[in-house]
T-cell receptor
Framework: ETGVTQSPTHLIKTRGQQVTLRCSSQ?????VSWYQQALGQGPQFIFQ???????GRGNFPPRFSGLQFPNYSSELNVNALELDDSALYLC????????????FGSGTQLSVL | GQSLEQPSEVTAVEGAIVQINCTYQ??????LSWYQQHDGGAPTFLSY????GLEETGRFSSFLSRSDSYGYLLLQELQMKDSASYFC??????????FGTGTRLKVLA
């Protein structure tokens, strides 16, 4: 059974650019959620995808968007990057959208200069 | 607003028992979870309480009181490897998770 994998591990972008982060969910999981974690803070919920549809969203602007693919892998896209977008981006998968146990990947560290 | 309050830092010695409290204020509530995160690592699920009471998993226990909007994580027989950040998290609405700011636990030899 493979765990949750994210790519890339580190990324440096400049303000105004666009970025795509990728996540492969754990085998057998159909639900993926994305989180932003600033240094010294808890993860902030961005959104959740279940069977290729967004079914939950946190307080993030529309320039944060995502996709889930038929194999349940997922992408997080961020447009018009701002300095405050610098953070660790975590992906988590779960067996089902109602399941409480989230399995996290190690994250992508994004730096916006 | 929605918030989860935890102590920012707790220090204890090896072999001791430590309790990390979490109080929450959310517009909806389905349950309280706890996660452990070592520096540079991914959060790891520890426990979930959907109903009032105590849940025990090895050295870790978690408690929930829905009427008090309060829960805690109890770590027994502390080990050096338990040094990490601990987050409480609430499923506060349909498919929406809210995490606390985290408690940094330092275990001293």
């Amino acid at each position: 059974e493979t765990g949750v994998t994210q790519s890339p591990t580190h990324l440096i972008k400049t303000r105004g650019q666009q970025v795509t982060l990728r996540c492969s969910s754990q085998s057998g999981h159909n639900t993926v959620s994305w989180y932003q974690q600033a240094l010294g803070q808890g993860p902030q919920f961005i959104f959740q995808y279940y069977r290729e549809e967004e079914n939950g969203r946190g307080n993030f602007p529309p320039r944060f968007s995502g996709l889930q693919f038929p194999n349940y892998s997922s992408e997080l896209n961020v447009n018009a990057l701002e300095l405050d977008d610098s953070a660790l981006y975590l992906c988590a998968s779960s067996f089902d959208r109602t399941n409480e146990k989230l399995f996290f990947g190690s994250g992508t560290q994004l730096s916006v200069l | 607003g929605q918030s989860l309050e935890q102590p920012s830092e707790v220090t204890a010695v090896e072999g001791a028992i430590v309790q990390i409290n979490c109080t929450y204020q959310t517009s909806g509530f389905y349950g309280l979870s706890w996660y452990q995160q070592h520096d540079g690592g991914a959060p790891t699920f520890l426990s979930y309480n959907g109903l009032d009471g105590l849940e025990e998993t090895g050295r870790f226990s978690s408690f929930l009181s829905r009427s008090d909007s309060y829960g805690y994580l109890l770590l027994q027989e502390l080990q050096m490897k338990d040094s990490a950040s601990y987050f409480c998290a609430v499923k506060g609405g349909t498919y929406k998770y809210i995490f606390g700011t985290g408690t940094r636990l330092k275990v001293l030899a």
